[in-house]
């Protein structure tokens, strides 16, 4: 891997000693890097609502180790399951880990899962690297990068496909408000990646777009509807709308584990409601932290089986 | 004046005591009820620098009462009237405010140009209540309250003349990145005159209005061109995207002291780039601190004088 990159084992591992799920703690990036060590499945849900690991594929990977953990402690499966998929509720990659490692919920069935995210990752940059031009600036929200998928990236993924071919010139990383995953997570992975990029605002983007300086926009993705109707971290809606409006295109990579064909539109993903404390203690504050674009206003949908555009049919 | 209201005093005001002009520090607001005493046009040129006192007609309010200042002290009127026109740019209002007060630099002329503003306010507040039907739900950013205005506020004059009247049912509050005027300054006016509000990351907007929770917006304004056209905090222009593609209203606010006749169009409006480390010290950051909606997106401008609709010809 490239200088400044992640190893998935950074990210999130197994360890057998103890046994225990291994995960750098999100949450204290970039000040610190810590590792926070979860030996119970009650431990690993307080981590993945507290969003110590954070990021779709990233918590469907952990919660597959988690369930390898249950198995491997003798609680029981069926219970650890069910708390892991209730700990957050708009990504869909955790029911779609645990069902995956129902029938065989060993560390080496996890760790295969684990490296197939981060293959996909790969697949899905060298499809989307092909939409970029020469030159391209990019805008992207929140954390795609490897933090949230385990390894490598999905958005992040691809821009860094893009920086290798030489067909990136810029990235614009949106702060990301409330919890500024752009700003610390984002801004710190392209930086160890030696990527050119400049952190703004949320609410600047509709004018660096109005001024030319944004030539598409790259997100990841929580989840996936099956008409194409995105749901992904709050401000996603309104980049994809801002998007519209001057006439740039708006592409979301993410793997096929986001996508979910039980769920048929936007208007059925469950959008969690976090603590209004994480935008302020001293009022009424409401938090949704996710939102979602349809899929009229999603110009391509990159999985690491290629390119679907246009997505709404 | 109703229950918690500040009075224009409050905000800004002159002491022949000294002689000094006495601004409450809205850097400090709302944990800390602080004064900043200036005695010299120094000390009142950094405190606009540094947002001590901010809002477009505050900040000229303020420069009212610095020529004042000068004048008092025997210093060159001149030299600090072109001191305080270079503090900030965006706002047109520090000229106007200067240029109004450059014949007779005295403390009663300023007091009237402040007496004045807050006049307009008024006057504004009770056109632009003509514009809300029963139980509206309106969105604001940033502080165009009492803060900014040097008493009762121009978009939030609005809000405050339209809940007196019955018509308005609850407030959305953009927090503002990102210096988070909207959670720290409107969100502790509206509290204190009783008006049901809740704050928002910038980013939730869009989800928002998706959802049918939104009838309009209302923005202050720091600068409007003799097209229409209007600059107003980051994130300003964003919402007038989001709102014409919902179809929703957007309003803007703003005494005839903000509207420049002198400047076309909003391409000549200069749009002040603030330090990036307001975002954050760590990585490469862009700020600008506000941005241009053009008039095609504004549904009306209300000053003193009524409301004009629509504002491009």
């Known amino acids: 891997m490239g200088r400044g990159d992640l190893e998935p084992t950074d990210i999130v591992r197994y360890e057998e000693d103890g046994p225990r799920v291994v995960l ?13 060590e979860c030996r119970t499945i009650d431990e690993l ?5 507290s969003l110590a690991v954070r990021g779709a594929p990233a918590i469907g990977v952990a919660a597959a180790y988690g369930l390898a953990l249950a198995a491997a402690r003798g609680d029981d499966v069926d219970t650890a399951a069910a708390a892991l998929a209730a700990s957050r509720p708009t990504a869909v990659n955790l029911a779609w880990a645990l069902a995956e490692m129902r029938d065989d919920p060993t560390p080496a069935h996890a760790r295969r899962l684990h490296d197939e995210e981060v293959a996909r990752c790969r697949a899905m940059a060298a499809h989307a690297a092909e939409l970029f031009g020469p030159g391209t600036r990019a805008l992207t929200h929140c954390n795609a ?12 993924g691809a821009l860094r496909a893009a920086w290798e071919r030489g067909l990136l010139a810029h990235v614009w990383v949106d702060e990301t408000r409330p919890l500024l995953q752009g700003s610390r997570l984002t801004a710190w992975e392209l930086d160890a990646l030696g990527i050119s990029h400049t952190v703004i605002v949320d609410s600047a983007a509709a004018s660096l777009m109005a001024a030319g300086d944004v030539d598409c926009v790259v997100t990841g993705a929580d989840r996936i509807a099956a008409n194409g109707d995105t749901a992904n971290k709050i401000g996603t809606y309104s980049l994809a709308v801002l998007a519209a409006h001057h006439e740039l295109p708006f592409y979301v990579v993410a793997p096929t584990s986001t996508i979910d064909l039980d ?3 936007g208007a059925d993903i469950p959008i969690e409601e976090r603590d209004g404390a994480e935008l302020t203690a001293r009022f009424a504050a409401r938090n949704p ?10 110009t391509a949908i990159v999985t690491e089986h290629g390119v679907r555009e246009p997505v709404a049919l």
């Open 45 to 49: 849900v307080a981590a993945i609502r």
């Open 289 to 298: 932290a996710f939102d979602v674009t349809p899929a009229a206003l999603i």
């Open 24 to 36: 750098l703690d999100q949450r204290r990036l970039p000040e610190e890097r810590v590792e926070l």
């Open 145 to 156: 990068g490897g933090l949230a998928t385990g390894g490598y990236g999905s958005a992040v």
């Open 263 to 265: 769920t048929p539109t």
